[in-house]
T-cell receptor, first 116, second 115 residues
Framework: AQSVSQHNHHVILSEAASLELGCNYSYGGTVNLFWYVQYPGQHLQLLLKYFSGDPLVKGIKGFEAEFIKSKFSFNLRKPSVQWSDTAEYFCAVNVRYGGSQGNLIFGKGTKLSVKP | EAQVTQNPRYLITVTGKKLTVTCSQNMNHEYMSWYRQDPGLGLRQIYYSMNVEVTDKGDVPEGYKVSRKEKRNFPLILESPSPNQTSLYFC??????????????FGNGTRLTVT
């Protein structure tokens, strides 16, 4: 079965530190890739997405992610985190099978805590 | 304002007492879905619906029912809740083609406790 792995369960950083959250998936076919963010007490919202084209995608709030097909990875990055980035981050992958649309699979999430 | 509305936000109930969590969206979205979120397990899909009268099981459908009689509403029904259904539940919707091409819009969540 397809799966999405987020390597870090909890990441703790100081403000201004750089961030990289790992995401790997286990399917070699066509995929659409997403990162969602959940701020404390809130619902999930889209951070960025990759469908095709430039493998480096930019999202809201200074986040970016790079799709590396050969590594089945879609890591999330931010050069300098802020306290307001404290949240849980979910990678999600849609796997396409031929002409079908497939379904969306979420990783287990990574909690980011930013110390002021 | 475009939104997905879930009710209630918090619910405490006892084992075996039937309950319904409502979900409504005002964006004319075709696709709707229910997820449960548990610590360390992330989001797991319970049921989804591609359109009116079309529903399918997700990864963890046992103990849940859904219906899609109208495009805007997608209630989640627990006929006989059990403590292992204590969780945070999210409803989500997406435009015509589904969450693979368009981002999901999530409701604010329902925190359910079954004692």
């Amino acid at each position: 079965a397809q799966s999405v792995s987020q390597h870090n369960h909890h990441v703790i950083l100081s403000e201004a530190a750089s961030l990289e959250l790992g995401c790997n998936y286990s399917y070699g076919g066509t995929v659409n890739l997403f990162w969602y963010v959940q701020y404390p007490g809130q619902h999930l919202q889209l951070l960025l997405k990759y469908f095709s084209g430039d493998p480096l995608v930019k999202g809201i709030k200074g986040f970016e992610a790079e799709f590396i097909k050969s590594k089945f990875s879609f890591n999330l990055r931010k050069p300098s985190v802020q306290w307001s980035d404290t949240a849980e981050y979910f990678c999600a992958v849609n796997v396409r099978y031929g002409g079908s649309q497939g379904n969306l699979i979420f990783g287990k999430g990574t909690k980011l805590s930013v110390k002021p | 304002e475009a939104q997905v509305t879930q009710n209630p936000r918090y619910l405490i109930t006892v084992t075996g007492k039937k309950l319904t969590v409502t979900c409504s969206q005002n964006m004319n979205h075709e696709y709707m879905s229910w997820y449960r979120q548990d610590p360390g397990l992330g989001l797991r899909q319970i049921y989804y619906s591609m359109n009116v009268e079309v529903t399918d099981k997700g990864d963890v459908p046992e103990g849940y029912k859904v219906s899609r009689k109208e495009k805007r509403n997608f209630p989640l029904i627990l006929e006989s809740p059990s403590p292992n259904q204590t969780s945070l539940y999210f409803c989500a919707s997406s435009p015509v083609t589904g969450p693979w091409d368009s981002p999901l819009h999530f409701g604010n969540g329902t925190r359910l406790t079954v004692t």
